[in-house]
């Protein structure tokens, strides 16, 4: 399978706890990106990488949320002392870059639920 | 800011219907514009999108049209199928910048046999 995967598929955990996901995008991609979807709502945008740099932060990204691409491969995703609000379906994409970039390639998503 | 709004679901049809799922935006430049497919469990799947106005983007029987003066991008089905059971998404992103594109809140469609 060369798609993108994401794990775990779900998570569970109690507030406060960090959590950490995983990210493998499509190989010869060089970007890849990080989504929040909340239950009704499209996916908004996190943070991005192209190669190992990181170039885009949202202002959805807290401090408590950090994510790494260290080799320019597959990345994570943590978020540190949970909670409630944190809970949701967390997506990863990738894609080539420049105009290519227009098509993004879709991971089946963390969900992540928060009790 | 850049904005995508979307006809609120489900949208319920019975099998070979036709499907108009509604889509207008919000942009300050020329953006690009695109159609998502999310099947059940799955993830988000690119459609069909379209560069610039007038442009018609198609896949799978799906199609729509790139309307600046209306700044609308209504995707369409002459004969929807009990396989296109999904939440599909409008969206839109600025090719002067990062290509981030900007979601609907998506609409869920249920076709009926």
């Known amino acids: 399978d060369t798609g993108v995967s994401q794990n775990p598929r779900h998570k569970i955990t109690k507030r406060g706890q960090n959590v950490t996901f995983r990210c493998d995008p499509i190989s010869e991609h060089n970007r890849l990106y990080w989504y929040r979807q909340t239950l009704g709502q499209g996916p908004e945008f996190l943070t991005y990488?192209?190669?190992?740099?990181?170039?885009?932060k949202s202002r959805l990204l807290s401090d408590r949320f950090s994510a790494e691409r260290p080799k320019g491969s597959f990345s994570t995703l943590e978020i540190q002392r949970t909670e409630q609000g944190d809970s949701a379906m967390y997506l990863c994409?990738?894609?080539?870059?420049?105009?290519?970039?227009?098509?993004?390639?879709f991971g089946p998503g963390t969900r992540l639920t928060v009790l | 800011g850049d904005s995508v709004t979307q006809m609120e679901g489900p949208v319920t049809l019975s099998e070979e219907a036709f499907l108009t799922i509604n889509c207008t935006y919000t942009?300050?430049?020329?953006?690009?514009l695109f159609w998502y497919v999310q099947y059940p469990g799955e993830g988000l799947q690119l459609l069909l999108k379209a560069t610039k106005a007038d442009d018609k983007g198609s896949n799978k029987g799906f199609e729509a049209t790139y309307r600046k003066e209306t700044t609308s991008f209504h995707l369409e089905k002459g004969s929807v199928q009990v396989s296109d059971s999904a939440v599909y998404f409008c969206?839109?992103?600025?090719?002067?910048?990062?290509?981030?594109?900007?979601f609907g809140r998506g609409t869920s469609l249920i076709v009926h046999p």
């Open positions: 969206a839109l992103s600025d090719p002067g910048g990062s290509y981030i594109p900007t």
């Open positions: 942009a300050t430049g020329y953006p690009s």
């Open positions: 994409a990738s894609s080539l870059y420049g105009e290519m970039a227009n098509e993004q390639f």
């Open positions: 990488f192209q190669n190992e740099a990181q170039l885009e």
